[in-house]
């Protein structure tokens, strides 16, 4: 089955770094997305990002299809960006293909 | 806020009893999917319900199961808890013929004693 992989597993930064955050895959993507939860559990929606590059505020994305990997990339972070980062890939059932995460820490 | 509501919030249940959980999915959404996440762990996909019919399902036994309703809400049910049943079990909404995304609600905690 498909496999994502997401590094670095964990993340701490101070206020107003950046920071970029990978994710692997082991099969074709497909409606490849990105997720962000925050530390009570709400899990949002952060970028649609199959391929190509999207940005929205501070946050982008960039997914290449052909090599298999996508790239989210926070600038100047605050603490309200602390959370975990998901990549999920969907298979051909609809079925959501879930990474580890990337736990993020942002330190005023 | 996504307008996908579940709950209750917070649960706790002790081994053996069964549960039921809720969701109302978002206006104009077809499909729920249901996710089991541990702590520290990403979320893992329980089943989805596509117009009132179970539509793929993940490695769970039996002992969870859901319904989907008429007005595309939905329930997942376990039965005989156990202790790792201990979980943020998530609900999410879509309209599968699209590639749109999924929409989570908040979460339900159930602590299982």
């Known amino acids: 089955g498909i496999q994502v992989e997401q590094s670095p597993p964990d993340l701490i930064l101070q206020e107003g770094a950046n920071s970029t955050l990978r994710c692997n895959f082991s099969?074709?993507?497909?409606?490849l997305q990105w997720f962000h939860q925050n530390p009570w559990g709400q899990l949002i929606n952060l970028f649609y990002?199959?391929?190509?590059?999207k940005q929205n505020g501070r946050l982008s994305a960039t997914t290449v299809a052909t090599e298999r990997y996508s790239l989210l990339y926070i600038s100047s972070s605050q603490t309200t960006d602390s959370g975990v980062y998901f990549c999920v890939n969907m298979d051909s059932n609809y079925q959501l293909i879930w990474g580890a995460g990337t736990k993020l820490i942002i330190k005023p | 806020e996504t307008g996908v509501t579940q709950s209750p919030t917070h649960l706790i249940k002790t081994r053996g009893q069964q549960v039921t959980l809720r969701c109302s999915s978002q206006s104009g959404h077809n499909t729920v999917s249901w996710y089991q996440q541990a702590l520290g762990q990403g979320p893992q996909f329980i089943f989805q319900?596509?117009?009132?019919?179970?539509?793929g399902r993940g490695n769970f036994p039996p002992r969870f199961s859901g319904l989907q309703f008429p007005n595309y809400s939905s329930e997942l049910n376990v039965n005989a808890l156990e202790l790792d049943d201990s979980a943020l079990y998530l609900c999410?909404?879509?309209?599968?013929?699209?590639?749109?995304?999924?929409?989570f609600g908040p979460g339900t905690r159930l602590l299982v004693l």
């Open positions: 990002i199959p391929s190509g590059t």
């Open positions: 319900y596509y117009r009132e019919e179970e539509n």
């Open positions: 999410a909404s879509s309209f599968i013929s699209s590639s749109e995304t999924q929409y």
């Open positions: 099969d074709s993507v497909n409606n």
